[in-house]
């Protein structure tokens, strides 16, 4: 199965905070990154506007912070087009 292009340099599994919890990120990575990686809240929000906009900390199940951001952005843009990648 495809994986998820950013894996191997994901801020979230390199945060202090989440390289302790090896259970929850060994089900995410299983679940997301190896997995259904397109649903991936941080993946929507890097392809969509850029990695640069992803929260170090947003899990890849935070749909409603995903969401607020995607939001604000396209509001601010004004165009609310996707960023290419
Ligand atoms: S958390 Fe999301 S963006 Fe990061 S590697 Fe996994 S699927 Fe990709």
């Known amino acids: ?3 998820c292009q950013f894996l ?5 599994f390199n945060a202090e905070e989440v390289v ?7 089900y995410l990575k ?5 997995g259904d990686f397109a649903r991936c809240c941080r993946y929507q929000i890097a392809t969509t506007i850029g990695r640069e906009h992803v929260p170090t900390l947003m899990m890849p199940d935070q ?9 604000s952005h396209s509001a601010h843009s004004g165009s609310g087009h996707p960023a290419q990648s």
């Open 63 to 71: 749909t409603r912070w995903s969401e607020e951001i995607l939001k």
């Open 20 to 26: 302790q919890r090896r259970h929850l990120t060994a």
């Open 30 to 34: 299983e679940t997301y990154c190896r």
């Open 8 to 12: 191997a340099k994901c801020p979230f």
């Open 1 to 3: 199965m495809a994986e």
